[in-house]
């Protein structure tokens, strides 16, 4: 939610119509509307949500390329309704996971060339070793249990398959953000998985921010938030 960042109107409302609402709905109606919400707006913005940047982010940034995905199991956890994996067009399946899954089909999911499933990370639907690579861009810090789906990762990732993490670093839980975590959140993924590569960065708006390249710096102690990537792989027996 990097807009309720920068926007003073909207922080003064969603701080507020948070104390109206939550004792009401509860918190899970109230962060599922509040993301729902935040992409009705970028479709307004936008007139049709782009998914073109996608391509770069799960194969040139990590060092991988379209032929890697050939014929594989992909699964997006937290995928959005922007149809991130329609650029794997040589996969044999391309998965997208999100709660809200049902009304991303409705906003623009099903013109996109692949499949959404409705499901949190914390219950993910497939069996053991299913997908060759998973991938969770903007999407582990608003997961309701980190554990939980940290462990539903690790299960349905095959041995020798990847695992692309690209997360917003903070110390403080909102309601859309519901974990929390720092740069050590990468140890929670061994020994299972080994980690081939990371990277650290300064900012807030995540894709923007490692466009820029700003190395973040751990000498700073002023809390804020920072941008961690890391691409994992898992260890076979």
């Excluded at 690579?133 to 041995?159: C, G, M």
Aim: charged share 25%; net charge neutral.
């Amino acid at each position: 939610m990097k807009d309720l960042r920068n926007n003073g109107f909207l922080q003064w409302y969603y701080r507020n119509a948070t104390k109206v609402f939550q004792p009401i709905f509860g918190v899970k109606k109230q962060k599922e509307f509040y993301e729902w919400l935040f992409w009705q707006i970028q479709k307004l913005k936008e007139g049709k949500l782009k998914n073109s940047h996608y391509e770069y982010f799960f194969t040139t940034y990590f060092g991988l390329n379209q032929t890697d995905y050939l014929g594989k199991n992909i699964l997006d956890i937290g995928c959005g309704p922007r149809g991130s994996l329609e650029w794997a067009s040589g996969a044999n399946k391309r998965v997208g996971l999100d709660t809200l899954a049902k009304q991303y089909i409705k906003m623009e999911g099903k013109k996109h060339l692949m499949e959404y499933v409705e499901a949190g990370a914390e219950n993910i639907p497939f069996e053991d070793d299913f997908f060759d690579f998973v991938s969770s861009f903007n999407s582990l810090d608003h997961v309701d249990d980190l554990q939980k789906s940290i462990a539903e990762i690790k299960r349905v990732l095959k041995p020798g398959g990847k695992f692309l993490l690209i997360a917003d670093t903070h110390l403080h839980k909102t309601i859309c953000e519901p974990s929390s975590f720092s740069w050590d959140i990468v140890e929670q993924f061994l020994p299972e998985f080994s980690l081939v590569k990371e990277n650290h960065y300064e900012g807030n708006l995540l894709y923007k921010s490692i466009r820029a390249a700003v190395p973040y710096n751990h000498q700073n102690p002023q809390e804020r938030y920072g941008v961690l990537t890391a691409l994992f792989v898992k260890n076979t027996l």
